[in-house]
């Protein structure tokens, strides 16, 4: 902008393609309002703008899913005699697409073809991508069997998009995603780590973790590299199904291989040993983490004071909690709800109750977990008055008692010899359709 004032200081006269730039870029650094005002500055002094002009303005809004406004913009460039291009059309499509608003994707779609722009591996791919992202992977077949038929043919973008719309919405449909896989190979498009990572990613989470290491062997076979996110997926299958050794074997690789671990590789295995509570594993790891220069984030804190408040060791959940709230990363629900349970089962009922207020105070949402931890707490104690309180706040703010809260309550009343109360509960979780 100092460059372009100078250039209007020295009498120069800016060009539409100056512009185009210079609406690109301030669109880009998220000021598209400013963007808007020069784009009217420009019509003001009689420069016309074109196409590549209201690209960028369209995109700029769409990046801020401000989709209405875009839409405009490609009303205003029709009214003044701008003809569109397939990029304008994709770049509205694309942004429908981002915003799961896949009707007026398609409605969009629709008009571009029918101004004769058949549209482009871009614009296919877009739509396709998000129509699997919402689930309609049938449709999105259908774009696919269109564009091999059609044109324009897909690319590795395109098979990775409908690749993964198979694995995460028929997880298990194995037999589609190889045929998918095969017209990839066989039309002489190469997976790329993308491809090989969908893939991987889906067999450990469909628990076939030995598959998904025979993908990760192919990969160097064909010359393409891992990444951080393809042994995090990896990694967090092994953890999943009890494979210790495998996963901190497949760790030892990736730093071997140079690939350097993320707060999200750290928090896999974290979170992996603690499910197992192997909390002296899971805290040499975390040490590991922070000597590496990685603080560690709110998933990892939590899956630590979890972890630790289910072997009893509350007192130590505690320090790290305290850490969190000093240093950093704010406690989440989850936090707050794995402290306050270990402190009620350690039978700390004060200090579960302080920290329950202080989730009030600050704002911090409670869910039927936080609620029924706390409950159970009161009613081990027979603190019955405090049940009625906890009960009453939990349905005022919006969070409907579940089966496990129930039982909470009717085992308590029942072991204090209150079976009457206890039928009351079992008929009123009828009547809730619990």
Same mark, same amino acid.
């Given at each position: 902008?100092?460059?372009?004032?100078?250039?209007?200081?020295?009498?120069?006269?800016?060009?539409?393609?100056?512009?185009?730039?210079?609406?690109?870029?301030?669109?880009?650094?998220?000021?598209?309002?400013?963007?808007?005002?020069?784009?009217?500055?420009?019509?003001?002094?009689?420069?016309?703008?074109?196409?590549?002009?209201?690209?960028?303005?369209?995109?700029?809004?769409?990046?801020?899913?401000?989709?209405?406004?875009?839409?405009?913009?490609?009303?205003?460039?029709?009214?003044?005699?701008?003809?569109?291009?397939?990029?304008?059309?994709?770049?509205?499509?694309?942004?429908?697409?981002?915003?799961?608003?896949?009707?007026?994707?398609?409605?969009?779609?629709?008009?571009?073809?029918?101004?004769?722009?058949?549209?482009?591996?871009?614009?296919?791919?877009?739509?396709?991508?998000?129509?699997?992202?919402?689930?309609?992977?049938?449709?999105?077949?259908?774009?696919?069997?269109?564009?091999?038929?059609?044109?324009?043919?897909?690319?590795?973008?395109?098979?990775?998009?409908?690749?993964?719309?198979?694995?995460?919405?028929?997880?298990?449909?194995?037999?589609?995603?190889?045929?998918?896989?095969?017209?990839?190979?066989?039309?002489?498009?190469?997976?790329?780590?993308?491809?090989?990572?969908?893939?991987?990613?889906?067999?450990?989470?469909?628990?076939?973790?030995?598959?998904?290491?025979?993908?990760?062997?192919?990969?160097?076979?064909?010359?393409?590299?891992?990444?951080?996110?393809?042994?995090?997926?990896? %990694? !967090? $299958?092994? *953890? #999943?199904?009890? @494979?210790?050794?495998? +996963?901190?074997? &497949?760790?030892? /690789? =990736?730093?071997?291989?140079?690939?350097?671990?993320?707060?999200?590789?750290?928090?896999?295995?974290?979170?992996?040993?603690?499910?197992?509570?192997?909390?002296?594993?899971?805290?040499?790891?975390?040490?590991?983490?922070?000597?590496?220069?990685?603080?560690?984030?709110?998933?990892?804190?939590?899956?630590?004071?979890?972890?630790?408040?289910?072997?009893?060791?509350?007192?130590?959940?505690?320090?790290?909690?305290?850490?969190?709230?000093?240093?950093?990363?704010?406690?989440?629900?989850?936090?707050?709800?794995?402290? %306050? !349970? $270990?402190? *009620? #089962?350690?039978? @700390?009922?004060?200090? +579960?109750?302080? &920290?329950?207020? /202080? =989730?009030?105070?600050?704002?911090?949402?409670?869910?039927?977990?936080?609620?029924?931890?706390?409950?159970?707490?009161?009613?081990?104690?027979?603190?019955?008055?405090?049940?009625?309180?906890?009960?009453?706040?939990?349905?005022?703010?919006?969070?409907?008692?579940?089966?496990?809260?129930?039982?909470?309550?009717?085992?308590?009343?029942?072991?204090?010899?209150?079976?009457?109360?206890?039928?009351?509960?079992?008929?009123?979780?009828?009547?809730?359709?619990?």
């Amino acid at each position: 902008m100092k460059l372009f004032s100078e250039m209007i200081g020295r009498g120069i006269s800016p060009d539409v393609h100056t512009f185009s730039i210079l609406i690109d870029a301030i669109c880009k650094e998220g000021m598209v309002k400013k963007a808007q005002k020069l784009f009217d500055l420009i019509i003001e002094r009689g420069v016309e703008p074109d196409t590549i002009t209201y690209n960028a303005l369209m995109e700029g809004y769409c990046l801020h899913r401000k989709l209405d406004e875009a839409e405009n913009v490609l009303h205003s460039m029709v009214v003044r005699g701008c003809e569109p291009n397939v990029i304008s059309y994709s770049i509205l499509i694309n942004g429908y697409c981002k915003a799961k608003k896949l009707d007026e994707a398609m409605q969009i779609f629709e008009d571009m073809r029918s101004n004769g722009l058949p549209g482009d591996v871009i614009t296919y791919t877009s739509i396709i991508d998000g129509l699997c992202k919402v689930g309609r992977v049938a449709a999105a077949q259908e774009l696919f069997m269109e564009m091999q038929a059609r044109g324009p043919s897909p690319n590795v973008y395109t098979y990775s998009a409908i690749i993964d719309g198979l694995c995460v919405c028929s997880l298990g449909m194995w037999e589609d995603v190889e045929s998918y896989v095969n017209k990839m190979v066989n039309s002489g498009v190469s997976p790329d780590v993308v491809t090989f990572g969908i893939m991987i990613d889906a067999f450990c989470k469909d628990g076939n973790t030995e598959k998904a290491q025979t993908l990760l062997k192919l990969m160097s076979t064909r010359s393409v590299s891992p990444d951080v996110v393809t042994y995090n997926s990896l %990694i !967090d $299958g092994l *953890c #999943k199904s009890g @494979q210790w050794k495998e +996963a901190m074997k &497949l760790f030892s /690789e =990736m730093i071997g291989r140079g690939i350097s671990p993320d707060v999200h590789t750290f928090s896999i295995l974290i979170n992996g040993y603690c499910k197992a509570k192997k909390l002296d594993e899971a805290m040499q790891i975390f040490e590991d983490m922070r000597s590496n220069g990685l603080p560690g984030d709110v998933i990892t804190y939590t899956s630590i004071i979890d972890g630790l408040c289910k072997v009893g060791k509350v007192a130590a959940a505690q320090e790290l909690f305290m850490e969190m709230q000093a240093r950093g990363p704010s406690p989440n629900v989850y936090t707050y709800s794995a402290i %306050i !349970d $270990g402190l *009620c #089962k350690d039978k @700390q009922i004060p200090k +579960a109750q302080n &920290l329950f207020e /202080e =989730m009030i105070c600050k704002g911090v949402a409670r869910d039927v977990f936080t609620y029924s931890s706390i409950i159970q707490g009161v009613c081990n104690l027979g603190m019955w008055e405090d049940v009625e309180s906890y009960v009453n706040k939990m349905v005022n703010s919006g969070v409907s008692p579940d089966v496990v809260t129930f039982s909470i309550m009717i085992d308590a009343l029942c072991k204090d010899g209150k079976t009457e109360k206890a039928q009351t509960l079992l008929k009123l979780m009828s009547t809730r359709s619990v």
